[in-house]
């Protein structure tokens, strides 16, 4: 029998998982998508990131209405939309309407990432938050592996409309996971009133706060700089270094084992070291591979080697970071843990949106613009950690 604990950990990454496993199937059809549909790149881009855009937009009201009503009724509303905007995905026309359906997947996918933290706020605190979040993390993280796998095996002989069918059915075994195997953890008692002005001044409180706003845009920039390779590595791997999609497939699930395997090491680090230390430590490490990664492409190292083996170590760098920030952007803020996460998932998801626009204006077909924006995201993590994280924070004893 697994634990409570375990239970959670899978039910709760699964349906954190629902939204990457969107994005991440249908990655390997980007080129095909662009020729069926007779759409320029940046366009089929764009598909990325309107659902992005919605994913992180949408959060700011999913949390609310969690603190108010209950974790539960939000889930049931939002996977219910995302199963029409994939169905919707499916029919699509022309690039255009792949677009609009692409926001209504992602006005639904934000639901199943915003509330499934505070549902782990209301859990745990601390170290024992940050291993939940660690173990949701390695569901959530199975995701960019198996993904574009199975996008892959369902593109070549069926297309890349196949892949939408798929993303519908893990949305009802989501409703189904919800409806019958996780409970409620947000009780009546300790439920906010329904009032404008308490959401207005939940948000007033989280905005005044540097603490949570510098924690939140160091995992928000982490997540960008992977937004801005989810946006271009398609087409970089696939039309510039000549891979088939299925080797594409491959390559890209060697960012998602690093992530995952460092990620498993988060709750012990930060227990031993101190969760701010460690977090310090981890985006200093990470800003470096990138720079050295951004020198390399610079000198002209146009390298599909050189540029998997950075990434790797710098994705695995970040895979401590993410789940431990989360961690500490909530842990204050208890009473209205779903308003934070809305907030902080929100700010987050803009950003990365917003990078996902600017790569896309530049790109030119080679690894450079993604590079340079990835690299700019990785300093802006690091120059915000080391404002942030100090004081109190690196003044934490770690555990014996």
Known sequence: MLSTFAKNAIILGLLCAVGPFAIDMYLPALPTIASDLNASVPATQATLMSFFIAFGVCQIAYGPVSDMV????????????????????????????????????????????????????????????????????????VSPILAPLTGSALIVPFGWR???VAVTIVAIL?????????????????????????????????????????????????????????AS????????FG??????????????????GASQFAAHLGARYGMARMVLAAVTIYAAFLLVLLGLTLAGADKLWVLMALLFFGFASMGV??????????????????????????????TGGVMIAIV??????????????????????????????????????PAE
């Not at 993410?322 to 803009?350: C, W």
């Open 233 to 240: 590595s398609s087409f970089i791997y696939i039309e510039h």
């Open 174 to 230: 989501g409703f189904l996971l919800t409806a019958f195997s996780l409970r409620e953890t947000h009780l009546p008692k300790d439920r906010i009133k329904v009032s404008v002005k308490n959401v207005l001044g939940g948000f007033g409180q989280l905005l005044c706060h540097a603490r949570f706003l510098g924690l939140t845009f160091i995992g928000g920039l982490g997540m960008a700089s992977f937004f801005t390779f989810l």
């Open 360 to 397: 896309g204006y530049f790109f030119n077909g080679t690894p450079l613009p993604m590079v340079v924006t990835m690299a700019l995201c990785a300093i802006g993590a690091f120059l915000l950690s080391v404002v942030t994280l100090r004081g109190r924070d690196l003044a934490v004893q």
């Open 70 to 141: 209950g974790r539960k009724p939000p889930l049931y509303f939002g996977l219910a939309l995302f199963t029409i905007g994939s169905i919707g995905c499916g029919l699509s026309p022309s690039i255009e309407w792949l677009i609009f359906f692409r926001f209504v997947q992602g006005v639904g996918a934000a639901s199943v990432m915003v509330i499934p933290r505070a549902i782990i706020r209301d859990l745990h605190t601390g170290v024992e938050a940050t291993r939940l979040m660690s173990l949701c993390m390695l569901v959530l993280s």
């Open 162 to 164: 196949a892949v939408f």
């Open 243 to 260: 891979l088939t999609p299925t080797e594409f497939s491959f390559a890209f699930s060697m960012n998602a084992i690093g992530f995952i």
């Open 321 to 350: 970071v993410i789940p431990t920030v989360m961690v500490l952007a909530l842990d204050d803020h208890g009473p209205i843990a779903g308003m934070a996460s809305a907030l902080g998932g929100t700010l987050q998801m803009v």
